[in-house]
């Protein structure tokens, strides 16, 4: 048994972990389906990757795919051959390694430079491997690189008007770098093709490494023995404390020694777990209940975070706020009245967001999110954008608190968390009525992808009235949900 040919991307996968090298070559049934977040992830790269060739227009693109690989290496030797300037996605292989470059341009003197494109905003540490590899094909099937650069997305770039790829990107020199790294190749591969031939999987334990630097695809697979609150639950637990811990044997969380080494909040989520019984802090509770001023505003914010900007005045990367929700208490325990605002998917949503914040929050009360600090940003970033609103909008900056904080600082911690104080986590625990499941959209990545496909313009009437409605509906039920937290948190205290 063994692997024929090594792409480029399983040699990323050998250096971050061999079993989930030699699992994919063998047990592509262990991988779950790819999920709709995925898919635009996906299509989010391929259009970066097909901005990135304007950068060097007019070049050749060896139009084949994945399964074509004959077609690829035959059209890429005709355009070589025939003296292309700059040749997009070449395809080439050398000494059973398969690479197919970004971007390839030929020097005056023959020679190549080649560009690896990237949607990142910064030239990361496993970008080198990569390239370094894609380098050592090229040298090895006869092309002399003179030049390795790192296209990146340049993340100071504001969009106004038609992108120009070279404002877009900018270019990263990692030729020494590349270079430096060629002697280790040869190494790899022979240690990845040797795994390779191994009837069986390596016997590599769970770790950093199934997430680092990227998420493996065969993590439920490796973690299925896994006991459900386990080490790994613990909130900001180093690696090097949870191998500790499952050296002297200790899997389950409730079973870790009081004297073992844990911070104040570890600690406290420990006694839950081991008790089973709540803690509670009254007077931390007491007192952020008493900075909190009325009339009160629950907001909830949703947000795209498009790699290429979709409208004037926006970055790349930028979380821009699509939705809002609106639950206003004038006084404690009172019913709340909704607001809510949503964009169309055709306009840029921004200055109707804004425009609906200030006509619907009043001058005086504070404003409550939770984990405020993503709410903070949003509409420090709106106040930059929309600068005619700027001071308008930083004025509700300094309203803000944040329900997070008494989960955050364990003045409040309940077993059914297991150590967490998320939203979602803490929502089933302190009103166990209130649920996320079975809803259209149940989370951000579900709100993403639905506005996503909204802006795509290729839903029915039907499906988009449906689309906006499940919107409405779960972000509407996330500050629904902080109404009622709060009001559990009030009761505690008395």
Request: with cysteine; hydrophobic share 40%; glycine share 8%.
């Amino acid at each position: 048994m063994f692997a024929k040919r090594i792409s480029k991307s399983q040699f990323m996968m050998g250096l971050q972990c061999l079993k989930r090298l030699w699992l994919y070559n063998y047990r592509k049934d262990l991988m779950p389906p790819v999920t709709p977040e995925q898919r635009q992830v996906f299509a989010q790269g391929r259009a970066i990757g097909a901005l990135a060739r304007g950068y060097y227009a007019g070049g050749e693109l060896v139009a084949a795919e994945y399964n074509q690989l004959p077609r690829a290496l035959k059209r890429t030797e005709e355009v070589v051959a025939g003296g292309a300037k700059v040749i997009y996605e070449g395809t080439f292989v050398f000494n059973n390694v398969l690479a197919r470059c970004d971007i390839l341009k030929r020097n005056r003197d023959g020679s190549w430079n080649l560009i690896e494109a990237k949607g990142s905003t910064a030239v990361k540490d496993e970008h080198l491997p990569d390239a370094a590899l894609q380098r050592y094909v090229l040298e090895g099937a006869g092309l002399k690189i003179k030049k390795t650069a790192l296209m990146h997305i340049n993340g100071a770039f504001v969009k106004n008007g038609p992108i120009d790829p070279k404002k877009f990107f900018s270019l990263a020199d990692i030729t020494k770098e590349t270079a430096a790294l060629r002697p280790e190749i040869s190494a790899d591969l022979e240690r990845f093709l040797e795994a390779l031939a191994s009837p069986a999987a390596p016997e590599t334990g769970i770790g950093r490494h199934c997430s680092t630097p990227y998420n493996c695809e065969f993590r439920g697979h490796c973690w299925k023995g896994v006991p459900e609150y386990s080490i790994y639950d613990i909130p900001r637990l180093s690696w090097e404390k949870k191998n500790t811990l499952k050296a002297m044997g200790i899997m389950l969380f409730k079973n870790v020694p009081d004297s073992f080494e844990l911070s104040k909040s570890q600690l406290a989520a420990l006694k839950v777990e081991k008790t089973g019984e709540r803690l509670v802090d009254k007077k931390k509770l007491a007192r952020f209940i008493k900075e909190i001023k009325y009339p009160l505003y629950h907001i909830d914010f949703e947000t795209i975070m498009p790699g290429i900007p979709l409208y004037d005045g926006s970055r790349p990367y930028q979380q821009v706020p699509f939705q809002v929700s609106l639950h206003v208490q004038a006084a404690p325990g009172a019913e709340p009245a909704h607001f809510e605002y949503l964009g169309d998917g055709k306009a840029d949503p921004r200055p109707g967001l804004a425009a609906f914040l200030l006509a619907h929050i009043g001058p005086e009360g504070t404003l409550l999110a939770y984990n405020a600090s993503f709410e903070l940003q949003r509409i420090k970033e709106l106040a930059r954008d929309l600068p005619e609103r700027g001071p308008a909008l930083l004025a509700l900056t300094e309203r803000f608190q944040d329900l997070m904080k008494p989960f955050l600082e364990r003045a409040y911690v309940h077993p059914a968390c297991h150590g967490r104080f998320s939203l979602k986590k803490v929502l089933p625990a302190l009103i166990p009525d209130m649920t996320y499941e079975g809803l259209g959209v149940a989370n951000g990545g579900d709100a993403q992808l639905a506005y996503f496909n909204l802006l795509s313009g290729e839903l029915t009437p039907a499906a988009t009235e449906k689309l906006r409605g499940d919107l409405l509906i779960y972000c509407g039920q996330d500050t629904l949900a902080m109404v009622k937290i709060l009001e559990h948190l009030r009761r505690t205290i008395l």
